[in-house]
């Protein structure tokens, strides 16, 4: 594999000075400046936030999407002219490398300000090359100071996944499997022997008390399912108007004034009153350095999205952190896209591969499939192949040992005994939520009464309901329906 580094040097910012460097030789000094104004980065936002809503029957709309899905291609062919043709002697050191057949991985390092760049849509200025993180790795790599360093110390018999989904608006949002059952499916289906556990409820409390139950070292990624967002203050307060004790976070002290803006992630929420709770970057970094888990794949909304003059972002706080290697999204990704997404990156991250080699395939998953279900279940074009983005301090192989006898009776007895779901003549539909609160119900007092009307197959939801018991191992649980 061929690096070519893009290297900040320097505190100036837009425009940055940077040095190239190619297989470590000799580096060269370049400019580089911000394609793109305030203004344009307002569009780009708007691109991948707001036209998914918008009717198709709005040409206006329409018109300025596809002026900003072009814009995304002049970013990178600006991009790559400041860095790569400005200076014959640079170009002729990439098209060396291209032309050795060799796979390419670019490595991006300086600050928050110079990862914020949109690095993804790199591009020759040719009407025939495609994007350069279609066919490279593309990594942002930390430089700040760690404040610890989550490593596999040796190789584990089994990979143990966390899995932690939340939904901020309840039945308003998309169903909680849309993408966590179709990764689960596929890991089911690998030779890679993994333990999945999916936390319940998905609260700030529950993690922190599961992982403290666990102990350090023992979760080797993270599966962060649920929104991200990048807020000010008075856009926090907003959210929280009908219920202000929300805004303590997690059961905390309340979130306090702060100046520019915040990464946030939203758990579920330990109160009654709110559905959900912030928790702030910096705080889920925090937590996650203290257990020791060398990867974290955050399948939440601008959960690479760079905030205020800083340009700190929730993966970037995790890096810092000590995290070695974390996949976030820079805006709001479909559905769809997501799904196809995490179920191909697992695939390739177990297939003794790195997290950064897994993103790989871009062109098949997004480039090549840009038409996205939106809403009024139409479909729209969206350059979505550029939101994945990768942090790297050290890159992460998860491969496996062989299982010793015991370890292997052990491994063994446990699939054998796990509970057997009985098979359903068909499945719950568009009830993902009201699964979830049932089952939420049952692991705070063991006890459920419910009053249905008839021909809601309250049989159907008390033998999922056993299936819940039975998966959270939770004795002495009761049902009562009635109609």
């Known amino acids: 594999m061929r690096k070519i580094l893009i290297s900040q040097i320097g505190c100036e910012r837009n425009p940055f000075e940077a040095l190239v460097s190619f297989g470590g030789g000799s580096e060269y000094p370049v400019i580089v400046t911000d394609p793109f104004s305030q203004e344009d980065e307002k569009r780009l936002e708007w691109y991948f936030e707001h036209y998914c809503k918008c009717h198709p029957d709005e040409k206006a709309e329409a018109e300025k999407a596809e002026k900003t899905a072009q814009s995304i291609s002049d970013y990178g062919e600006h991009l790559f002219e400041q860095i790569f043709i400005r200076d014959p002697k640079i170009y002729a050191e990439y098209k060396h490398c291209k032309d050795r057949k060799e796979p390419l991985k670019f490595e991006i390092a300086g600050d928050p300000q110079f ?70 499916k596929k890991l089911r289906q690998s030779r890679v022997r993994v333990n999945i556990r999916i936390l319940r409820p998905g609260t700030f409390d529950a993690l922190r008390n599961h992982l403290a139950d666990k102990g350090r070292g023992h979760y080797h990624i993270i599966h962060l399912d649920m929104h991200g967002s990048v807020l000010t203050y008075e856009d926090l307060q907003k959210g929280f108007q009908a219920d202000p004790s929300g805004m303590s976070g ?27 709770d912030p928790v702030a970057a910096e705080k889920l970094a925090e937590l ?140 719950f539909a568009e009830r993902d939520y009201d699964i979830q609160e049932t089952e939420r119900r049952i692991l705070s007092c063991n006890l459920l009464f419910g009053v249905w009307t008839g021909g809601c197959r309250k049989n159907r939801s008390a033998s999922a309901s056993r299936c819940m018991v039975a998966g959270n191992r939770v004795c002495g649980s009761g049902f009562l329906f009635q109609l």
């Open 288 to 427: 996650l350095n203290g257990y020791q888990i060398p990867v974290a794949v955050l399948n939440a909304c601008q959960s690479a999205g760079h905030t205020g003059k800083d340009g700190i972002s929730l993966g970037a706080c995790l890096i810092k952190a000590g995290v070695q290697t974390v996949l976030g999204i820079g805006y709001s990704m479909m559905a769809d896209g997501a799904t196809l997404m995490m179920t191909h990156l697992y695939e390739k991250l177990f297939d003794k591969k790195s997290l950064s080699k897994g993103i790989l395939a871009r062109e098949e998953l997004y480039y090549n499939r840009k038409r996205k279900v939106c809403r009024y279940q139409t479909f729209l074009e969206l350059e979505d192949w550029m939101l994945p983005i990768v942090w790297e301090n050290r890159e992460v192989n998860l491969t496996v040992r062989e299982l010793t006898p015991d370890e292997s009776r052990i491994y063994f007895e446990r699939k054998a005994g796990a509970y057997p779901f009985p098979k359903t003549d068909y499945d």
């Open 115 to 184: 990862h914020a760049l949109h690095w993804e849509t790199l591009k020759e200025p040719d009407p025939l090359c495609k994007p350069c993180a279609l066919s490279a790795q593309m990594v942002r790599k930390n430089l700040e100071p760690q404040s610890g360093r989550a490593e596999i110390e040796k190789p584990p018999s089994v990979i143990n996944l966390l899995i932690v989904t939340a939904r901020r608006a309840a039945r308003k949002e998309i169903n909680t499997r849309s993408v966590t059952l179709p990764v689960v």
């Open 250 to 276: 997690y059961g905390g002290p309340a979130v306090r004034y702060y100046e520019d803006s915040r990464a946030f992630l939203f758990m579920e929420s330990t109160g009654k009153n709110s559905s959900y």
